[in-house]
């Protein structure tokens, strides 16, 4: 274990502890510690189907290096018969930064490797130039390191999630309407100028990735996530693993033909599901109606719940969109939990309904069973989504685009 | 390796030789060895991450057993420097028969180890009720282990793939609409008739195991099969295996909300893409716009490439919603390439345009890059898919329907 002195005089320029696993075992063994710690040698020795042989052999000098403790003294005599000495992470021993890029801001969290939040940073940007971003991404992680001190040299990487079509490997943001990029080598500019590894990731992928390892992923088989908001999203974790598309397009949800002819979505196509059930398409929606093209989508909101008709027609039309599409989904993938995560507004009453009715109108046979969560998602959240990513990427030894 | 006695009285009843793969590392090199073999150790250790000792671990009992052998007379001399000595399975050391129930007739495959067919047997039938299709699947297995004789000893199981919602694990048909089943113990009922293990398997998951294990799959990392033909259906496979679904759904791109309203599936249910683009369907709509009840599908395909407005028209239809499903499918997957496979009539002259177009039309962004190969499917296919299913499951040590 890197123990980190007072008096280093650059902590970010310093090399962060070195977790090397060189077999699939080794990786196999850690990311049960990490994701489902304390855990039993015995469990683990289940989980994996790996010998109690291969077991120890793995752990043993992940305890030297100070990423995996014992605890030994808690559990000693807290349960009757053979003690159990469960193995878990030191939550501190690595870090990450995590970067979510919006069209309007930036925000920024430092976190454990189990992806708890330390620190987190809001800084709202002016327009969405390479440059303007570059330069807030960069502002956002030094405010991170300074406030991590010298635990900043324990930080693994950068991730930075991104709206659009992003190839993770080469770090180069192929495509992002939101943001109007095509083609930008986003993670070879942010390694030189940050000094440090860089992954570059699709947003939703990564709040996937997060999901995976840190939250409902834990103890179910398969899941989605549904995200809604500005754009509509999927993420998919399917056979032990997210979904990342051979393309590297995957999850787009928001653009299947499911809605009437009629409405034009941002994309250029006709009847997307975001041209009826993106909050800007709702919002555009009700200022027709209404002929008030000042209303904020705060005011659409309270509209329907002031029983507006046509506030309610457009928040209905949205879900039963929406319900249609996570039956499509769910009838092609077959999740067991479906988490569908608003953007911060809590305004699910005003769709639920229209979602679960149209869900179980276009499930096929058995896939209704699927269970549909209702949740709601911070910003910060997906900011933690890109650093679950860096950490993964850490754990399983993938490449990073290096400073 | 059990050799078998010709003597031997019945050799139906005899237990086929075991192949027990007890650690995960055991069947992650016999499935190198299976679906890439012949090949070389070194490339297995690569290929799995294993280490030298861990393949060699593995192969020696493979080979003592008769199932895995050692092509060194054959590599000897033909590449200058060191000899590979590549590893392949026995194909004939396990043997597998596969049945496929369809609503008129039940085919039923003898296979390799290694998926190739030996033998095959069509039996027409009368009806679809339970008992008439288990006499049925019984004779075609009964004729397909005389066709082995002593051979018939080394079926490992009989797998039986049927359209709907199938529960594997339990064996049991839950619903399928082309027979009119609802929660059927096929497995249990033919394990008790045939006195060996059954495996019970949707079709298009069944085809898409072969294809995962003995087809696009060995050098894809994820691909989509699509099947046309009396249903529509999708298998998938992503991050290593064949999607399930966890409730026993998954890849019903034939009941995708894609079609307009006024189109009613058999499902129930108005819109679905099976509602135009079925063979029943396309037909039904050349026989209305005809007036001619009484063509049949060959007549229909004729009228079209004749070039009749309405044939034509119908195809197009079908064609287009075609496309649609499959953009959808990919945007929400990902697939690097996607089969699409008709039954056994080559008519994809008259939609693989419409198809492309609607699949370039609706695909988001690099998706696009997709690879659609058109293809066609034999009834014998289907069956060899059941066959594949009981052998993967024989390498994984799943379980069957025990006798």
Redesign the interface.
């Known amino acids: 274990m890197t123990t980190l002195s007072t008096a280093r005089p650059d902590p970010v320029v310093a090399a962060p502890p070195r977790l090397e696993l060189r077999?699939?075992a080794a990786i196999d063994v850690f990311t049960r510690i990490l994701t489902h710690g304390p855990i039993g040698r015995i469990d683990i020795t289940r989980q994996?189907?790996?010998?109690q042989a291969a077991v120890t052999k793995a752990v043993t000098p992940l305890i030297v290096e100070g990423f995996v403790v014992v605890d030994d003294e808690q559990q000693r005599g807290l349960a009757p018969g053979r003690p159990v000495y469960p193995l878990r992470v030191m939550p501190n021993s690595l870090l990450s930064i995590g970067v979510k890029v919006n069209a309007d801001e930036v925000i920024g969290v430092a976190t454990t490797m189990r992806a708890e939040i330390i620190h987190s940073v809001h800084l709202p940007v002016a327009d969405t130039s390479v440059e303007t971003i570059v330069t807030a991404v960069v502002s956002a992680v030094s405010s991170l390191r300074a406030d991590l001190g010298d635990s900043a040299a324990r930080v693994a990487g950068i991730g930075v999630s991104v709206s659009?079509?992003v190839d993770t490997r080469g770090g180069v943001v192929?495509?992002s309407a939101l943001l109007g990029w095509h083609e930008v080598p986003l993670g070879r500019i942010l390694a030189d100028e940050l000094q440090s590894p860089v992954l570059i990731e699709n947003d939703v992928r990564a709040l996937t990735i997060a999901e995976q390892w840190f939250g409902v992923g834990v103890d179910a088989?398969?899941f989605a996530i549904v995200t809604i908001g500005a754009g509509i999203g999927?993420g998919?974790y399917?056979?032990?693993?997210v979904?990342?598309?051979?393309?590297?397009?995957?999850?787009?949800?928001g653009?299947?033909?499911?809605a009437p002819e009629s409405y034009l979505c941002t994309?250029g196509?006709h009847g997307c599901v975001e041209a009826v059930a993106s909050s800007g398409s709702i919002l555009a929606a009700i200022r027709a109606s209404e002929e008030r093209p000042e209303l904020s989508l705060q005011d659409a909101i309270d509209l329907a719940h002031a029983g507006n008709a046509s506030a309610v027609a457009a928040f209905d039309r949205a879900g039963r969109v929406i319900g249609?599409a996570v039956?499509?989904?769910?009838?092609?993938?077959?999740?067991?939990i479906v988490l569908v995560a608003g953007e911060s507004v809590a305004n699910y009453d005003l769709y639920e309904t229209r979602l679960r009715e149209a869900f179980a109108?276009?499930a096929?046979?058995?896939?209704?069973?699927?269970r549909i969560v209702t949740t709601s998602h911070t910003f910060d959240d997906w900011a933690r989504g890109a650093a679950a990513a860096v950490i993964r990427a850490t754990v399983r030894g993938e490449q990073m685009v290096a400073a």
């Not at 653009?255 to 499911?258: A, D, I, R, T």
């Not at 039956?327 to 067991?336: D, H, K, T």
């Not at 096929?364 to 699927?370: M, P, Q, T, Y």
Request: charged content about 15%; proline content about 5%.
């Open positions: 077999t699939p994996t189907g790996l010998s659009g079509d192929r495509d088989g398969t999927c998919l399917v056979n032990g693993d979904v990342s598309g051979a393309n590297g397009v995957a999850g787009e949800i653009h299947l033909p499911l994309c196509r249609t039956a499509a989904m769910v009838n092609l993938v077959g999740p067991e109108e276009h096929f046979g058995s896939a209704a069973n699927a």
